[in-house]
Nanobody
Framework: QVQLVESGGGSVQAGGSLRLSCAAY????????MGWFRQAPGKEREGVAV????????YYAGSVAGQFTISQDNAKNTLYLQMNSLKPEDTAMYYC?????????????????WGKGTLVTISS
């Protein structure tokens, strides 16, 4: 069972940057897709960025393309989300998720494992 622990959230002013980290415990070779999702108050959860951990392909929501960068450190079993030029509308709880079962890797994928989330608050 993969356990995911997010960190790096916080409160910053608009225009600032944050880097989220997701440490994966119990990571296995069958985990091929990992990503970041967010849910703002009163809104549905959305896939922000996902990565095929074997092939390296990345997929971003249009609203964050060019602003956020997803990456991984295989040696540390850690997934990152670098977030630049943050805006108040980026305020949300950010979750890390992983997928080992079939069905492909996309922002719409049904993920198998979820972290508890880290809160990001952007003030104007």
């Amino acid at each position: 069972q993969v356990q995911l622990v997010e960190s790096g959230g916080g409160s910053v002013q608009a225009g600032g940057s944050l880097r989220l980290s997701c440490a994966a415990y119990g990571f296995t070779s069958s985990t091929y897709c990992m990503g970041w999702f967010r849910q703002a108050p009163g809104k549905e959860r959305e896939g922000v960025a996902v990565m095929h951990t074997i092939g390296g392909s990345t997929y971003y929501a249009g609203s964050v393309a060019g602003q956020f960068t997803i990456s991984q450190d295989n040696a540390k079993n850690t997934l990152y989300l670098q977030m630049n030029s943050l805006k108040p509308e980026d305020t949300a709880m950010y979750y890390c998720a992983a997928k080992s079962t079939g069905g492909g890797c996309s922002r719409q994928s049904i993920m198998d494992n979820w972290g508890k989330g880290t809160l990001v608050t952007i003030s104007s």
